[in-house]
Structures are given as C-alpha cells and as structure tokens.
C-alpha cells in the first residue's frame, strides 16, 4: 500500500512563493514517476508538473519558469517550489504517482488528499 500525503500549503500574497511537499510512504519501489496536479474550484484537474525516477522534470506552459519540482529519492519526497504566484495558481494541489510513464489523472495510480493554495 501506498500512501501520499501533501504539505506546505497555505496563503500567499501574488509574487510570493510556497513550497509543497508531498511524503510518499508504503511501497514506494514502483513509483516511477510522480506528478503534481491542481484543481480550482469549478474547474477539473490541471497537470502541472512531472518529474521521473531520473529526475526528468515536465512542466505546463501555464508554470514553466515559476515553479520547480524536484525529488528526494532517498527521502521518498516530492517537492515543488512556487514562484511568482499569481492568483490563478489558487487552487487544491495534488500530487500523485505512476509505476509507468503517465501524464493524464486517470493513468496515476497513487493520490494524495491535496494541500490548499490561496494566492491573494
């Protein structure tokens, strides 16, 4: 079993920045790659950023240059660090894990509960 859980969520002024943590836990022996995903109120899931096991990272045209993932295989830890936040970067932060190549929600097995972000 494996689990997710996101942290570092909070509110932040527009031009601040947050970092988001997610701590996987369980069997984590097949979590290849591992993504972030945002949903705003009203709206449905937005891919934001990817990253795989040898640290390849991917990011949606909407962030790229203001956030950055990375990832502690040791630590079995997923970050991503959020730059110059806007207030469309409101939203519920998810991150989530594939024992595959993945890109779309439905291909990512694992998912955490969300981290909340609120830019004001």
């Known amino acids: 079993h494996v689990q997710l859980v996101e942290s570092g969520g909070g509110t932040a002024q527009a031009g601040g920045s947050l970092r988001l943590s997610c701590a996987a836990s369980?069997?984590?022996?097949?979590?290849?790659?591992m993504a972030w995903f945002r949903q705003a109120p009203g709206k449905g899931f937005e891919w934001v950023s990817g990253?795989?096991?040898?640290?390849?990272?991917y990011y949606s045209d909407s962030v790229k240059g203001r956030f950055t993932i990375s990832r502690d295989n040791a630590e079995n830890t997923l970050f991503l660090q959020l730059n110059s936040l806007t207030t469309e970067d409101t939203a519920m932060y998810y991150c989530?894990?594939?024992?595959?190549?993945?890109?779309?929600?439905?291909?990512?097995?694992?998912w955490g509960k969300g981290t909340q972000v609120t830019v004001s």
């Open positions: 990253i795989n096991s040898g640290g390849i990272t």
């Open positions: 989530a894990g594939s024992a595959y190549y993945a890109g779309y929600p439905s291909e990512f097995g694992y």
């Open positions: 369980g069997y984590t022996a097949n979590m290849n790659c």
